[in-house]
């Protein structure tokens, strides 16, 4: 009796079987961040592969580069990664300024390191604050949207535009500074460093978000080299590389002397090095950093021309440049090549965000479906530059 | 089931729509008719009560979750917003309802009549007021808590039948939390039930009808253990009406909107209805077993200026408790909009692991204290 009761319990063990469901989070997706699916494998709620499968907001940006002029291109250089707009003008003039070979105004520099790092840190509010969301927490989001805002005002009195400005062009910058703005940013630095402390409170050290983020993700140092990761992401997992003091460009050489910024690295402080939570927390430290480089330069920053003398239609020398600068988000390269026209031949962008993600299908084997959602918002992707 | 409800009635208490009834039933009118009546009657108000508690709720939850994120919340419909969930409930009804291809019709369209109804049945045993009530009954809590656990079904059913991947993780999580937490929730609420000795909502009530409050269980002159208890209590109700940070069924940024991401219209609109009602009721629930239910300096001065027979005596009474439901309301939805969302892990760990075995503590240091200290308290004995 008792045997055949075992043989009912193996026959019925063998009649339940399991199958791994494939799941697709996006296109549209609320952690998927934008326009981008990741089909992800799962065996219950444990993810067991995740491929993401991107070019849903593909632009052709690169190509467009090659067809419109060098001046042309500019705006659209806003729109690959649409929440470090300045960033993107910055490399993209650097680029062909290195080409022309343009000595650019100190009083230009000035305000573009200002704008580039203001611009920093309205990047990195939305990345923490959409991470929090990931994780669950509201309302850190739309305090830091309130302070994003006010550093959207100050664009839209520099440039009058909010999120693509176009401001930072060939040869300097569009206008000069309005009278009284550049206290205004010295008042919304003061500011900032009040509210900074209340994001640290309410969710950087959340337990329950120190929970969902340590030990979640971890990319080992050499992981982060093996995949050519850069930024934050490389930051997180402790290695010591930045573009602003290792490849300078701008007054970044000048500002790293003068003491006044350092770079913030992940130390593995709540689980491992490398996890989610040090990720965010260098997103965080950044912020404060952005904040002493807006004060040094509104410190050094005098009156003085904010453009090169440069034609309206420009003709630039034949030959390639590559420069890379510091995005929020890691390396942004713009590779240029011109045969001496008034169209460059080619236009390649080096993104960070699509570098970033690759390692995305390499951590998410394993975790948990909220892990993985955890995982997709430490990369801090903006899937307009991902696909370009 | 509100037949028997109210056949049961005579013998746990009064009806009072019933008696009205037959108080003013003209002769030929069959006596038959009375408790149907009243069952129609008692039914409506039931549904008009879920209906205004949702409405509020959701109002309510707009206008705390604004001013918690430094907006004002609705402010166009009426006064601050407070025509907003009318506004709302219209365009939900408008709304096309749609049912998914693939989806199991049939349990896809029974499900949100089940999640609503389950919690209708509950609100049968919700008293308004110490004079005022469908059903006085003498396991009322136990009626509640069993009532309130079929929502689970409808959840699984809605998950189940959607056809959608996200809706049957959204369906499994709930199944897998409420199975989690009604043990913590139930054997919480045992200690307050031991120290009143009835599972009657009303005799807990009464228990507790000291000056100022000081006879609520809560404090821990009455019994130590009740303080502990409320908390085990709060945080397993947090997870029973899946609110943050137990919100996983329907956690946004993982399921889209889990086990609800296929419903539309009237249909969606059920399950928040569901939502706000469990919400509102497992806190008048705390109310009675930890913060004097119906009693409150209020409730006292009533009783002593009119009497405790007269009207305006069962209208403070009610408006205590619904001051006290919507308190709890209130906290939850300021957890909702501070905390982050916990892994499904956690909220397993913590269930099985912290809460059921810290419950089971309490009941026994609860009880210990009922059998040996109690008695020699002189509070406990006037």
Known sequence: MAESTATTEREFMLDVRTQDMEVNMGPQHPATHGVMRILMRADGEICTGAQPHLGYLHRCAEKIGENVEWLQYLPYTDRYDYLAAMNNNLGYSLAVEKLMGIEIPRRALMIRTICAELNRIGSHLIAFGTYGLDIGAFTPFLYMFREREWMMALFEKICGARLTYSYIRIGGVFNDAPPGWLSEVERFCDVFEEKWQEYVDLLMVNHIFVQRTANIGVISPAMALDFGLSGPMVRGSGIDWDLRRDMPYELYAEIWKAGAFSIPLGKGERGALGDCWDRAYVRVMEMMESIKIVRWCLDSIAPGPVIADIPKTLRVPAGEAYVGIENPRGELGHYVVSDGGKVAVRCRVRGPSFTNLAVVEELMPGTLIADAVAIIGSTDIVVGETDR | MFTEVLSAAPQSGTNAINDFLAGVKPEFVPAWAVPLTAVGIAVGITIALVSVIAMFSTWLERKVSGHIQCRYGPMRAGWHGWLQPLADGVKLLLKEDLVPVGADRVMYVVAPAIVLASVLA??????????????????????????????????????????????????????AQVVAYEIPLGISLLVPIMVAGSFNLLEVSRGQAGMFGMDWYIWPWVNPFMLPCFVLFFIAILAETKRAP???????????AGFMTEYSGIRWSFFFMEE???????????????????????????????????????????????????????????????????????????????????????????????????????????
């Open chain 2, 122 to 175: 509950a609100l049968a045993a919700y008293p308004l007021a110490p004079g005022f009530f469908f059903a006085d009954l003498d396991l009322g809590i136990f009626f509640i808590l069993a009532m309130t656990s079929t929502t689970t079904i409808g959840v699984v059913m809605a998950g189940w039948s959607s056809n959608s991947k996200w809706s049957l993780y959204g369906a499994m999580r709930e199944a």
């Open chain 2, 246 to 256: 137990f919100d996983l069924p329907e956690a946004e940024s993982e399921l889209v």
């Open chain 2, 276 to 382: 706000y009602a469990a919400m509102y009721l497992y806190s008048v629930v705390g109310a009675f077993f930890f913060f004097g239910g119906f009693e409150s300096p209020l409730t006292w001065g009533a009783a002593k200026v009119f009497g405790d027979g007269h009207v305006l005596y069962h209208c403070a009474a009610g408006l205590t408790l619904i001051l006290k439901g919507f308190a709890g309301v209130f906290l939850m939805m300021w957890l909702r909009w501070t905390l982050p969302r916990v892994r499904i892990d956690q909220v397993m760990t913590l269930g099985y692991k912290y809460l059921t075995p810290l419950a089971l503590a309490c009941v026994l240091g609860g009880s210990l204290w009922e059998v040996f200290v109690a008695p020699i308290l002189p509070w406990r004995n006037g």
